[in-house]
């Protein structure tokens, strides 16, 4: 299957400072990639939709100037937490869809803001 | 909207025995795909099978197979002779045909009895 590589895996900020995590399709184009946050025994929650080239479409309820998505090229997709807080502790993960219709996910990025 | 359910919180099964996971959706579409997809601990989703709602044959992978009942809008996962490394947490997901957009159910944490 398709390789979807995340970074960094972990990580740990202080409050108020901004954290980007990166999402790289390895092995295919991907001009589609999702931001998905799961909380603890949940589920996935869609964040938004990067689109290569052009702006994220965000889900309702996901704070635009908080989470910064950017997706500058066919293999690169980045999330910018900003102004971080710990309310925004969470598990985020990426994900891109190949031409076959499914859905291959990165390995995730726990973040955590103390 | 779509909506996808799993009834199921948390299942057992022993070792080498079958076990059925179930979930059912909700689509006014005729045309769309469904997947399960496993979470082991390490958190990166990874894909067990596929079905595209055209087709009248269940899917099958190896010990993993469907039954995709499209009238009743069910779609359960039989996991044959259970192995440890199934132990996971497995979600039922939804896509719309030629929309990139997944919905996933809230998951069945699945314990593999040794």
């Known amino acids: 299957g398709a390789v979807v590589s995340q970074h960094p895996s972990r990580v740990i900020c202080k409050s108020g400072t901004s954290v980007k995590i990166e999402c790289r399709s390895l092995d295919f184009q991907a001009t589609t990639m999702f931001w998905y946050r799961q909380f603890p025994k949940q589920s996935l929650m869609l964040m938004a939709t990067?689109?290569?080239?052009?702006?994220?479409?965000?889900e309702q309820g996901v704070e635009k100037d908080k989470f910064l998505i950017n997706h500058a090229s066919l293999t690169l997709s980045t999330l910018t937490v900003t102004s971080a807080h710990p309310e925004d502790s969470s598990f985020y993960i990426c994900?891109?869809?190949?031409?076959?219709?499914?859905?291959?996910f990165g390995e995730g990025s726990r973040l955590t803001v103390l | 909207a779509q909506t996808v359910t799993q009834s199921q919180p948390e299942m057992s099964v022993q070792e080498a025995e079958t076990v059925t996971l179930s979930c059912t959706y909700d689509?006014?579409?005729?045309?769309?795909?469904l997947f399960w997809y496993k979470q082991p601990p390490s958190r990166q989703m990874i894909l067990v099978i596929r079905q595209e709602a055209y087709k009248q044959q269940n899917a099958t992978e190896n010990r993993f197979s469907v039954n995709f009942q499209k009238a009743a809008k069910s779609f359960s996962l039989k996991i044959s002779d259970s192995q440890l490394g199934d132990a996971a947490m497995y979600f039922c997901?939804?896509?719309?045909?030629?929309?990139?957009?997944?919905?996933f159910g809230s998951g069945t944490k699945l314990n593999v009895k040794p």
């Open positions: 994900s891109a869809s190949t031409g076959t219709g499914e859905l291959f």
């Open positions: 689509t006014s579409e005729s045309d769309y795909y």
């Open positions: 990067s689109n290569e080239g052009s702006k994220a479409t965000y």
């Open positions: 997901a939804y896509r719309r045909y030629n929309f990139n957009k997944f919905y």
